[in-house]
C-alpha cells in the first residue's frame, strides 16, 4: 500500500500537498470499499443461489431456475425484492438498538474481510496481529445479533440472542486455542506470514505438518460453523424452536442484511481455513517464476484462482454439512465445546510443542504419510457416494439384510 501510495504521487503531482496518512488512509478505505462492493456483496449473493441449488440436488429437486439462465440471477432478483419491501419497526420494541443491530453485524462481518490475504498483495491491511484483530471484530457480529434479540421485545428473539452469546463466548475459546498452534508454527500473527510460512504442495501445508494440526483443523473448522451459526449449531435462529429467533420482527432491507452476512460469513470461514492450514494462495516455485517473467498481473491473478478455488472447496463442503446434518440440542452444543474441545485443543498445543522442540525442522515421511492417509479417506468416500449414487437409480434394489 505504502508503494502505491508513493507512485499516486509520482503520477500526480498535485498530491503531494496531501499528507501521506492521509492518502495511505485514503487508499485503504477505497480498496475496502472496492472489495466489499465487487467481491463480497456479489459473492454472498451468487452463493445464496448456489446453496439452493445444491440444497435442490441433494432432495431430488430442481431449485430456483426460471429468472435468468438455469436461475442464476435468482439472487439478485430476491435482494432487489427485499430492497422494495416495506420495512416495519413495531412499536413495542427498543427502536435505536432495533434499527442499528442489523448495520451493527454487517460492519463487524465486512471489518474481517480487511486482514483477508487474497493474493501475496492484494490485500487491504497485511496487520503483524491479522488473528488478534480477526478475532476481535467478529465478535461485533455476536453483539448486533444479541441487540437484535433483546431489542424486538420478542421472547423467541431473546432466546436467539441469549443463545447466540452462549454459544460464540464458548466456541471462541477453542477456536482460539486451534488458532494457536498455527500461530506456534508460523511464529507471527500476520496471515501473509502464516501462508509464507507454508509451501505450495499439500504435504507441505500446515495440515499435514502433524498428527496434532489435522485434530486441530478439525477443532478450528467445526468452531468457525459453531460461531458463524451454520448448520447443525444454527440453534440462534432454529425455526423449529424459535421461530425465526433474533431476526423474527425484522423486514424488508434490515432482514436481508442478516442473510448477506450469513452467506458473506461462509466466504470468511472459508478464507481462514485456507490461509491457516491449505497454504493460501502459494503457488509452485516452477509456477511463481514463470508468471512473474511474464507479467505481475498473471502472477496475482494464479495467486487468487488458487486462493478462491480451495475456499471455493471449503463453502461447498460447508453447504454440504449443512443440508446433510440434523441440528444439535443446545446442550450437546455446549458438552462438546467444554468437554471436549477445549481439552482436545490445550492437548495438541502442548503436544505440538513438544513436537516442535523435537523435531524443529519437521518429519518429512510423517508429512506425507497424513497426505496419503487423507487421500485415501477422501477416495474410500468417493467410492461410498458413487456406490449409493449407483443403488439408488437401480431398478431392482437387493435389501442385504433378507
Known amino acids: 500500500m505504502e508503494a502505491l501510495v508513493t507512485l499516486l504521487v ?24 472496492a472489495m466489499l462492493m465487487l467481491f463480497v456483496a456479489p459473492f454472498a449473493g451468487v452463493t445464496s443461489y448456489v446453496e439452493r441449488r445444491i440444497a435442490a440436488r441433494m432432495m431430488s429437486r430442481v431449485g430456483p431456475n426460471r429468472v435468468g439462465p438455469q436461475g442464476i440471477l435468482q439472487w439478485l432478483a430476491d435482494g432487489i425484492k427485499a430492497l422494495l419491501k416495506e420495512d416495519i419497526v413495531p412499536k413495542a420494541v427498543d427502536q435505536p438498538l432495533f434499527r442499528l443491530a442489523p448495520y451493527l453485524v454487517l460492519i463487524g462481518m465486512f471489518a474481517a474481510f480487511v486482514t483477508i490475504p487474497f493474493t501475496s498483495k492484494v490485500i487491504v491491511a497485511d496487520l503483524n496481529v491479522g488473528i488478534f484483530y480477526l478475532i476481535a471484530v467478529t465478535s461485533i457480529v ?46 507471527t500473527l500476520s496471515f501473509q506470514g502464516i501462508i509464507q510460512a507454508q509451501g505450495a504442495y499439500p504435504w507441505q501445508w500446515f495440515l499435514f505438518h502433524s498428527p496434532f ?5 478439525f477443532i478450528v473448522f467445526i468452531s468457525a460453523l459453531a460461531e458463524g451459526n451454520r448448520t447443525p449449531f444454527d440453534l440462534p435462529e432454529a425455526e423449529s424452536e424459535l421461530v425465526s429467533g433474533y431476526n423474527t420482527e425484522y423486514s424488508g432491507m434490515r432482514f436481508a442484511l442478516f442473510f448477506l452476512e450469513e452467506w458473506a460469513n461462509l466466504y470468511l470461514i472459508a478464507a481462514v481455513s485456507t490461509a491457516l492450514f491449505l497454504g493460501g494462495w502459494q503457488l509452485p516455485a516452477g509456477v511463481t517464476a514463470w508468471a512473474t517473467e511474464q507479467s505481475v498481473v498473471l502472477l496475482h491473478l494464479l495467486q487468487f484462482l488458487t486462493f478462491f478455488l480451495k475456499a471455493l472447496a471449503v463453502v461447498f463442503v460447508v453447504i454440504w454439512i449443512r443440508w446433510t446434518l440434523p441440528r444439535v440440542r443446545i446442550d450437546q452444543l455446549m458438552s462438546m465445546c467444554w468437554k471436549y474441545f477445549v481439552p482436545i ?58
Open 213 to 217: 494440526t489435522i485434530i486441530t483443523f
Open 142 to 187: 455476536t453483539v448486533g445479533v444479541i441487540m437484535s434479540g433483546w431489542s424486538s421485545n420478542n421472547k423467541w428473539s431473546l432466546l436467539g440472542g441469549m443463545r447466540s452469546a452462549a454459544q460464540v463466548v464458548s466456541y471462541e475459546i477453542p477456536l482460539a486455542i486451534g488458532i494457536l498452534v498455527i500461530v506456534m508454527l508460523a511464529g
Open 10 to 33: 509520482e503520477k500526480i503531482p498535485a498530491l503531494e500537498a496531501v499528507p501521506f496518512a492521509a492518502l495511505h488512509l485514503g487508499l485503504q478505505v477505497a480498496a475496502a470499499l
Open 345 to 402: 485443543g490445550f492437548v495438541c498445543v502442548i503436544c505440538n510443542a513438544i513436537w516442535m522442540v523435537v523435531f524443529p525442522e519437521g518429519v518429512l515421511f510423517v508429512n506425507y504419510l497424513l497426505f496419503l492417509g487423507s487421500l485415501l479417506t477422501i477416495g474410500y468416500f468417493v467410492y461410498r457416494v458413487a456406490f449409493q449414487l449407483r443403488y439408488s437409480k437401480s431398478e431392482i434394489h437387493i435389501n442385504p439384510f433378507v
